[in-house]
């Protein structure tokens, strides 16, 4: 149980072109999800929490009208990052609280973003 | 606020010999501490978390951690290391609050054959 999906699992885009990176929890209902960053040889990065239903809450220093975040069910969360340009490139990684188990995080495979 | 560190950027070990990555907490309160394991262009696994009870935690694949209020530890250990072992560790802690994560800056262990 507890399952997250994210897709695509990497992408190659052109600069300025927008993306879509889809975080699904498969076997539960997830109230809150996150999304995070993460740099080569790096910790991760929280970029957003998003709750179902609501606007997501950015954390200080990331432009919410370039990483645009919506939650519009239990099981889904996107993430697009707008006009991307090659800094854009990196590791995004989304996680979710399960229902049952508010205390830990699951986290989805990654989506691997370059831009050329 | 909450923190964690990871002392170590790299942990080598023989397989079949007992491993510890190491991690301390600076919280106010309670903590609910985490370790997760990052194999190469992957997401992060639950490994296992410590929330109250005992300070002796089991987790998956036959790792455990021990919590320490007095020394404000929480390492990851296993008995018998295996090559496959070998991966990106992060401790993490909840924010207060929040249900934010605070992630450490992460420990690779190579277990050598």
């Known amino acids: 149980g507890a399952v997250v999906s994210q897709h695509p699992s990497w992408v190659i885009c052109k600069s300025g072109t927008s993306v879509k990176i889809e975080c699904r929890s498969l076997d539960f209902q997830a109230t809150t999800m996150f999304w995070y960053r993460q740099f080569p040889k790096q910790s991760l990065m929280l970029m957003a929490t998003?709750?179902?239903?609501?606007?997501?809450?950015?954390e200080q220093g990331v432009e919410k009208d370039k990483f645009l975040i919506n939650h519009a069910s239990l099981t889904l969360s996107t993430l697009t990052v707008t006009s991307a340009h090659p800094e854009d490139s990196s590791f995004y990684i989304c996680?979710?609280?399960?229902?049952?188990?508010?205390?830990?995080?699951?986290f989805g495979p990654g989506t691997r973003l370059t831009v050329l | 606020a909450q923190s964690v560190a990871q002392p170590e950027d790299q942990v080598n070990v023989a397989e079949g010999n007992p491993l510890t990555v190491k991690c301390t907490y600076s919280v106010s309160g309670n903590p609910y501490l985490f370790w997760y394991v990052q194999y190469p262009n992957r997401g992060l696994q639950f490994l296992l978390k410590y929330i109250t009870g005992d300070n002796l935690v089991k987790g998956s694949y036959g790792f455990e951690a021990e919590f320490n209020k007095s020394q404000t530890s929480f390492h990851l250990k296993k008995p018998s290391a295996l090559v496959s072992d070998s991966a990106l560790y992060f401790c993490a802690v909840r924010d207060w609050g929040t249900d934010k994560l605070i992630f450490g800056t992460g420990t690779r262990l190579q277990v050598f054959p």
């Open positions: 998003s709750n179902e239903g609501s606007k997501a809450t950015y």
């Open positions: 996680s979710a609280n399960s229902g049952r188990d508010r205390d830990t995080q699951y």
